[in-house]
């Protein structure tokens, strides 16, 4: 199916370069541009575009006002963001993904326009791939989990939490919500998450006890210069502290830890002391920081004591790493696909029958605090 799209962006030179790079893409079709957030906003309910590529930064009515204006009016249509790397628009940035925002790509800064075309091709196929992927979703969840199930060899059976407990998920080792086994320890949390992530650890973390009792770790796939400031307006909405992580940091229980963007993040235990280790290692599956690096590092400091939760996300990064966290016997949540932006990274952790509960959003910081707290009495 064809994708309506329309270009956002005060700059002409980047309007073009972004149409440019569309024609590369199949199956996309240009229907309009725009040079500001007004004219955009009087053009979109005559064009009716599937998706933006919206500028941040416009002087009349910047980008995340106009998403708040295209929520507020129900216009229907979702947004890829186009970033210039300042604080300023790094700030703007994360609220517009918090506000809505399918997703967001880094502007170029290079003086090369060739070199500026090849990063923008590469990036927004990669978007509007993750954004085709995200509109496959219609379907009911139902529907989704049920074609999984009959794909996997074992017929034992994932809990959905009550209000979905019709749907059927193959898992290695289901946990029954009514089930009298005493629970492993849980001495952390890990989250992993990519596409659609913000909205996602919006909904989770501020929901999160003050008093949880362990440190709670995130991986969210984001470059450099953008989590800092994520990690700050999460913790502005939360009971527990959030912030971004930074090498030799010490761990404390009742703190969660962002992953820096464009770093992986790892756990070293001394003598029961948890220190957080950032690396600038290869990228995995193309991430960094990458879910999987995070996994299998706490797996090795926490002795598999972890209780890992896999939400929205494009791929496969975590797959692993909570393949690694099971055999230890640690625990794991997965997205149910009904809220994911994008049914790529639970999805798999499912398919490969590594989760424990499959989870609507809306209840993953419940089960986390109940299965923490649960470990906590049994121990």
Known sequence: MTLKVMIVDDSALYRQMVKNTLRNVPDIQVIGLASTGLEALAKIPELRPDLLTLDVQMPDMNGLELLREIKKRRLGVKAIMLSSLTAQGAQVTTDALLAGAFDFIQKPNSNDAETNRKLLDELLSEKIKAFRESRSLTMPARRAIDAISRSTESKSKVDVEHSLTDAAVASVKPIPATSSAKPSRIDAVIIGTSTGGPLALREVIPKLPGTLGVPVFVVQHMPPGY????????????????????????????????????????????????????????????????????????????????????????????????????????????QHPEGCVVYGMPKAVVEEQLANRVVPLEKMATWIARMVEASRTAS
Request: charged share 15%; aromatic share 4%.
């Open 227 to 334: 989590t800092k400031s994520l990690a700050a307006r999460i913790g502005e909405m939360s009971s527990l502290p959030v912030q971004e992580a930074a090498n030799n940091m010490v761990v404390e229980p009742n703190q969660v830890y962002m992953a820096p963007g464009g770093l992986h993040m790892g756990i070293e235990s001394q003598r029961g002391r948890f220190t957080i280790i950032t690396s600038d290692l290869p990228p995995e599956h193309n991430c960094r920081p990458a879910v999987n690096y995070t996994l299998r590092s706490a797996v090795q400091a926490y002795s598999g004591h972890l209780l890992v939760a896999i939400l929205t996300g494009m791929g496969r990064d975590g797959t692993e790493g909570c393949r690694l966290v099971r055999q230890h016997g640690g625990s794991v949540l997965a």
